[in-house]
C-alpha cells in the first residue's frame, strides 16, 4: 500500500494539479478527493468476502458511487445514508445486500424506509428488534453486538464496552435472541465495532469476542462482520495495520465457525476511515500571520465549521504549505495554525482536551495555501454554518480531470429554509 502525505512539509500538486490551479478556479477553502486513492483502499481489502463502505465517514454521492462502480458495498446509519445510497446507485436486492441500515434506534423516517425499500437491518438494540417485528415479521436480520469493551484513538471514537451506546451488549445476546424468535425474525448475521482508529491488538480481540457470539446464535448464522475501525497513519511515527494477518485472524475463524456449523459463513469488512482519509485535502489561504507573545499564528479561512476533529478529538492532521509565489522557503518556524471563527476553539494545532500546541512549518507569506492532509475522513461531512460560514466546494480529481461534486454552498442556499413570520 502507498502513502501520498508529503514528507517535506510543502505541497505544489494534489494528484497531479497544481495546487495553484486549483485555487484559481475555486474559491478557498476547499476539499480535493483523489479517486486513485480511493480506489486504492478498496483493493486492499478485497481478501473479504464483501467491503461494506460505511458512508458517515465521507458521504458525497460521488465517492458512494466510485465505491459501487468498484465493487464495495455501502452502509447507512440514518434515512438520509439510505437516500445517497440509493442516489449513487446502489440498489436494495442484491446477495448479500448493497444497502444495509445499522443503527441502535429506527427513527420514523429511517423505519418507514427499511420497511418501504424491504432493506436488511442491522440492529443495534432489542427495541429495534421489537419495533420490526411488529410491522414485518419473518424477515431475516443481523445483530451488532458490544463485545463488553472498546478501543479507538479516542474515548469519542470508542464505540464498545459499558460506557458506549453502540449495540446489544454481549451478556444479553440470548434474550434479543428470544425477542427476535417472538416475531419470527431470523438472525443470519453478526457484527462487532470497537471503535475508529484502533490497533491490531484490539482489533483482534473481536475475533475471540465473534466467535462466543456466535456460538450463542447457532447454525442460521451466514454473515460475520469485523466492523470499520482501521486506522490510517497521521503522523510519521505511526504505521499502517498488517491487513494480511488482520485477514487471516478472520479467516481462521470463520473457517472454524463453518466447519462446526457445516455452512458457509461470509466474512464482511466495514471501512470508512481508512478507505477516504488519505485521499482527502482541505486547502485553504493564509489570511493572517501575527505573533502573540511567544507564539506565531498562522490564521487560514478554513475553520472547525470545515474541519471539526481537531476540536472534536484533538486529532492530528498533516499540514503542508504551497507557496503562491512558487519560491519554497528552507526556514521552518513553529506556528499555531488557527481558523477565522469567533471561538478560541477554533484551532487545528491542538490536542485533545483543548490544549494549544504549536507546529513546524515553512515560513509563509499572505496568500500562500496551508493543505491540510488525511482531511477525507470525517472533514465535509460534519460540516456546518457556524458563523454563517458556507459549506465548503468538494473536488474529486480523476484521470487528471477536476470535477466539482459539490459546489459551494450559497448564502441563499444557506438561509433558504429560514422564513420571517407575518
Known amino acids: 500500500m502507498s502513502d501520498n502525505r508529503s514528507t517535506t512539509r510543502l505541497r505544489t500538486q494534489i494528484a497531479g494539479i497544481p495546487v495553484a490551479q486549483l485555487s484559481a478556479a475555486h474559491p478557498t477553502p476547499f476539499y480535493v478527493y483523489d479517486q486513485a486513492k480511493i480506489v486504492e483502499r478498496i483493493e486492499d481489502l478485497k481478501a473479504f468476502d464483501v467491503v461494506r463502505y460505511a458512508q458517515k465517514a465521507c458521504s458525497n454521492i460521488a465517492v458512494l458511487d466510485i465505491c459501487r462502480r468498484h465493487g464495495a458495498l455501502v452502509d447507512a446509519v440514518s434515512a438520509g445514508e439510505i437516500l445517497r445510497a440509493e442516489a449513487a446507485g446502489f440498489v436494495a436486492d442484491g446477495d448479500p445486500p448493497p444497502i444495509v441500515y445499522t443503527a441502535d434506534i429506527f427513527d420514523q423516517q429511517a423505519l418507514e424506509l ?13 427495541d429495534m428488534l421489537e419495533q420490526l417485528g411488529k410491522k414485518d415479521p419473518g424477515r431475516s436480520v443481523t445483530l451488532r ?9 479516542s474515548q469519542k471514537t470508542n464505540t464498545g464496552g459499558s460506557q458506549s451506546k453502540h449495540g446489544i451488549w454481549h451478556t444479553e445476546l440470548e434474550k434479543s435472541l428470544q425477542v427476535a424468535e417472538q416475531y419470527d425474525l431470523k438472525v443470519v448475521g453478526l457484527h462487532m465495532h470497537i471503535g475508529s482508529g484502533t490497533d491490531l491488538e484490539h482489533l483482534s480481540q473481536v ?10 446464535v ?4 451466514g454473515t460475520i462482520s469485523a466492523g470499520g475501525g482501521l486506522p490510517i497513519p497521521y ?14 485472524l ?16 461470509h466474512l464482511e469488512i466495514e471501512p470508512g476511515r481508512y478507505l477516504v482519509a488519505e485521499a482527502g485535502f482541505l486547502v485553504a489561504e493564509i489570511r493572517a500571520i501575527k505573533r502573540m ?69 515553512p ?26 460560514k458556507p459549506l465548503a466546494a468538494e473536488l474529486l480529481i480523476r484521470d487528471g480531470q477536476v470535477h466539482t461534486i459539490r459546489a459551494r454552498q450559497t448564502f441563499e442556499q444557506m438561509t433558504g429554509a429560514e422564513r420571517i413570520p407575518d
Open 250 to 265: 478472520w479467516d481462521a475463524a470463520r473457517h472454524r465457525l463453518e466447519k462446526q456449523f457445516g455452512r458457509k459463513i
Open 363 to 388: 515560513e509563509a507569506e499572505l496568500g500562500d495555501w496551508l493543505i491540510i492532509e488525511c482531511a477525507g475522513a470525517y472533514g465535509a461531512v460534519m460540516g456546518s454554518n457556524y458563523n454563517s
Open 114 to 126: 427499511v420497511l418501504d425499500r424491504n432493506l436488511h437491518v442491522n440492529c443495534g438494540s432489542t
Open 293 to 361: 507573545g511567544d507564539n506565531w499564528f498562522y490564521l487560514v479561512d478554513a475553520g472547525f465549521n470545515d474541519l471539526a476533529r481537531p476540536i472534536l478529538y484533538g486529532s492530528y492532521h498533516p499540514m503542508t504549505i504551497c507557496h503562491r509565489n512558487g519560491a519554497p522557503s528552507a526556514a521552518m518556524r513553529e506556528v499555531v495554525v488557527g481558523g477565522p471563527l469567533c471561538e478560541s476553539g477554533d484551532i487545528f494545532t491542538q490536542e485533545e482536551g483543548g490544549f494549544v500546541c504549536t507546529r513546524p512549518l
Open 235 to 248: 503522523q510519521a511515527e505511526e504505521e499502517y495495520v498488517d491487513l494480511a494477518a488482520y485477514f487471516d
Open 207 to 216: 475475533v475471540t469476542a465473534m466467535e462466543q457470539s456466535a456460538q450463542v
Open 218 to 221: 447457532g447454525d442460521q448464522l
Open 145 to 153: 453486538i458490544n463485545p463488553g469493551f472498546g478501543h479507538g484513538h
